[in-house]
């Protein structure tokens, strides 16, 4: 039946009895303001002369993404009062939901109270107590509660989780989007681990909280017991930093920061350390510095957009001493050198162009930082046009260059080149691209040694003009089975261009870092900078093969080697292409399925097929038990200095023991014979070789709904001054809401921080 008319005023709504038997009420203003709301409910009662609206049995109240339910709820009209009672839940927009046996409304129903109030936060945290005041939905302070984001035992719910958190008062604060906790006991498994009178925590809402982020405890050889507990700091909605002060036994202590900013068209990032500490070779009792001194490091990047085309990017990585970085963990201390860059780019329609800047610092012993080269500036511009109906194309490049150095040859150098390339089909189905390419070179040097008995100290202007062209042909074979395709494609390179062209006064600056693999097999030049250029006459040919599964599967192979017509060669030895047959160069991958990954690279001798380089990529098994393994093995060759054969494996295993428990295995090891280490053989003969195992190490995880616990040990086998040989051991316990990174078992990166507000 219809309503009388004065319960409309009451709950701004028209309640119609609907089939079921149920009372509903379509979307109207209510009292809470211009919001409507839905009412439904099994019977609605309404006394006029009192004023009361009472609503029974699976009473649901619905507004603007806020939900009531209850057994019975009565509003009184005069009183402005309304109480639920039975089954009370409330369910607010950002997920959490209140529970309580009562619930009382009033003040236009913004504030009120509740009884044996329990909540569950929208991370599945747990909030309960006697008593609660609800304000407007935006604050609930809670008396006598308790706090744990645990899971309760399911065969005995009445023991207490694992930890919780009471306090006299629980306040939790939606705008503030925190937690706060007054006169607080932190207890484990319900025995009382530590009191403090106040204490606060990130409400599940939150992305970022100032506070302390879970402490890290270890032991390492080279700085013996350590602690650490980072401090986050939001300073801005665009931008944080971390601060983390290292405390040690055997090199002091040490502050590391990072600087987080983030603006509309670009970002930086800082990362930075200083100690005041010695350089003491512990194992020899050799002193590398004396005296205790300033050491340190500085990691920077920066990228910002001017506009849509062009971008300026920084890069600064510099350390105050080679070994600073290895012993106290800080980046990937294992890098030859440090690069610091800043460059300009800009983007346009078919170019790019590019002014660059370099420095380098070297982090091995053997090298000085006298000898590293800069470059301010370099300038390179390239063009390409689009295809004309033909597919014929058009190049344009060119580079500027001021190499420079302290302690030798210092470079300027001006190069440009324009190229050609058309496509065109053969009588078979083959396939043809005819390429061709002019470039020019100025170099003006100084202290230049045109031999090696001479003294670097020539001035020499010098410069050469490299035309270069290329006929490729492709011809392809297809095959479409019932279950896959299959694809065979034999390629030949024919490339011309003068003899020589590399003469003693153009020096090598670029161009030293060479290495004949597969993907530079049929390239027009091989060499992979400007100094040098691969001149002569060569035949390139290899195949192409391949097989493509329906479910997404492959296999694919590439094989081919080269042929020179004259016996001189711009490489040098060990290159693999110093003869006029070159050696045998390949990849073979094979990825069947998400399970398994494998990558097979070859370098082949070209008399007898003896392996002169492999190298294994492999990654098998469901991500659960997920095996990860590389290898290298390079033999040495008795014509270079100082080249000695290299054979080593690392590889890893990582595997889920349980729901809860995880486990990493990882490791590196020399195959073979073991390799000399110039850098200490002088000093210290008992560690002139490096040992078999470079690093090895196991790391253990326990991580379930409310605490995470790693510990990780690890075994280094090298040597560098102040970096000793020994194990490092790591263990940190974070509880869920009390600050922590979301990172892999074992793992240097990290994520953004959520922590808590002490």
């Not at 609605?44 to 049995?57: H, I, N, P, R, S």
């Amino acid at each position: 039946m219809r309503l009388p008319a004065a319960a409309l005023g009451i709950l701004a709504a028209v309640l119609v009895a609907t089939p079921e038997g149920e009372a509903q009420a379509p979307r109207r203003t209510s009292v809470l303001g211009n919001e409507p709301f839905l009412l439904v409910a099994d019977e609605v009662q309404y006394d006029e002369d009192l004023g009361l609206t009472v609503a029974k049995g699976h009473v649901e109240i619905s507004q603007d993404k806020q939900i009531v339910l209850a057994d019975t709820v009565t509003y009184n009209q005069k009183t402005d009062t309304l109480t639920a009672s039975g089954h009370v839940s409330l369910l607010e927009p950002t997920g959490d939901v209140l529970f309580g046996d009562f619930i009382e409304l009033h003040d236009q129903l913004k504030n009120g109270f509740i009884k044996d109030v329990r909540a569950l936060l929208s991370d599945r945290s747990r909030i309960a107590g006697n008593t609660a005041r609800w304000f407007a939905g935006t604050r609930t302070e809670v008396r006598r509660g308790v706090y744990s984001p645990c899971d309760l035992c399911a065969k005995d719910p009445t023991h207490p989780p694992l930890w919780q958190i009471k306090a006299a008062e629980i306040i939790h604060d939606k705008p503030q989007q925190v937690v706060e906790f007054r006169d607080a006991v932190f207890q484990l498994d319900g025995i009382p681990a530590f009191y403090t009178p106040y204490f606060s925590l990130p409400d599940p809402t939150a992305k970022r909280v100032s506070g302390f982020l879970a402490p890290t405890f270890g032991h390492t050889t080279s700085l013996g017991y350590h602690t650490s507990t980072p401090y986050y700091w939001v300073i801005g909605p665009d931008k944080d930093a971390t601060i983390e002060p290292l405390v040690t036994t055997q090199a002091g202590a040490v502050l590391h920061t990072e600087y987080r900013e983030r603006w509309g068209n670009g970002a930086l990032d800082v990362n930075a350390s200083g100690a005041y500490t010695d350089r003491q070779d512990n194992v020899t009792g050799n002193s590398i510095s004396g005296i205790d001194a300033f050491r340190g490091h500085v990691y920077a990047k920066g990228e910002f957009d001017i506009d849509q085309d062009w971008r300026s990017t920084l890069l600064l990585n510099r350390s105050t001493d080679q070994t600073y970085l290895r012993r106290f963990h800080f980046g990937d201390g294992a890098l030859p050198f440090l690069e610091s860059r800043a460059s300009t780019e800009g983007f346009d329609d078919r170019s790019y162009t590019v002014f660059d800047s370099y420095m380098f610092q070297s982090q091995q012993s053997t090298i000085g930082d006298a000898t590293q080269p800069g470059v301010l500036p370099s300038a390179t511009y390239s063009w390409i046009s689009h295809p004309d109906s033909s597919g014929e194309r058009w190049s344009v490049g060119g580079n500027a260059l001021n190499l420079f150095r302290p302690d030798g040859t210092d470079i300027r150098r001006v190069s440009t080149n324009g190229g050609w390339s058309l496509p065109f089909d053969g009588l078979i189905g083959d396939r043809f691209i005819l390429t061709a390419n002019l470039r020019g070179d100025a170099y003006y040097s100084d202290e230049v040694a045109l031999t090696a008995a001479e003294p670097a100290n020539q001035t020499e202007v010098a410069g050469r003009i490299f035309p270069q062209a290329k006929l490729e042909w492709h011809y392809p074979w297809v095959r479409h089975g019932t279950h896959d395709s299959e694809t065979i494609e034999p390629i030949v390179a024919l490339i011309g261009s003068p003899n020589g062209g590399n003469p003693a006064t153009i020096p090598n600056e670029d161009s030293q870092g060479f290495e004949f693999d597969e993907t530079s097999l049929f390239a027009l030049d091989r060499f992979p900078g400007y100094d040098r250029i691969d001149s002569g006459q060569r035949v390139d040919y290899g195949i192409r093969a391949a097989i493509y599964g329906d479910h997404g599967g492959n296999t694919r192979l590439l094989v081919g080697q080269s042929r020179r017509l004259a016996s001189n060669s711009p490489f040098t030895v060990g290159s693999g292409v110093e003869h006029r047959t070159s050696d045998v160069v390949g990849r073979l991958s094979v990825s069947p399925g998400p399970y398994l990954d494998l990558i097979y690279r070859f370098r082949l001798n070209h008399d007898d097929l003896a392996a002169k380089r492999q190298e294994v990529t492999a990654s098998l098994g469901p991500p659960s038990f997920r095996v990860n393994l590389n290898l290298i093995s390079i033999s040495g060759d008795p014509q270079i200095t100082d080249f000695q054969a290299l054979r080593q494996v690392s590889g890893s295993v990582t595997m889920d023991l349980t729901r809860y428990w995880s486990a990493t295995v990882f490791g590196t090891q020399n195959i073979g014979s073991v390799v000399t280490q110039a850098a200490t053989a002088s000093t210290n003969p008992a560690i002139a070789e490096v040992p078999l195992t470079l690093a090895s190490g196991v790391a253990l995880s326990y991580h379930d709904e409310c605490i995470t616990l790693t510990g990780s040990f690890a075994h280094s086998g090298t040597h560098d001054r102040d970096v000793l040989p020994g194990t490092t051991v790591l263990f940190t316990i974070v509880f869920k809401s009390i600050g922590g990174f979301n990172v892999p078992i074992y793992s240097t990166g990290t994520n953004a921080p959520v922590a808590p507000v002490l």
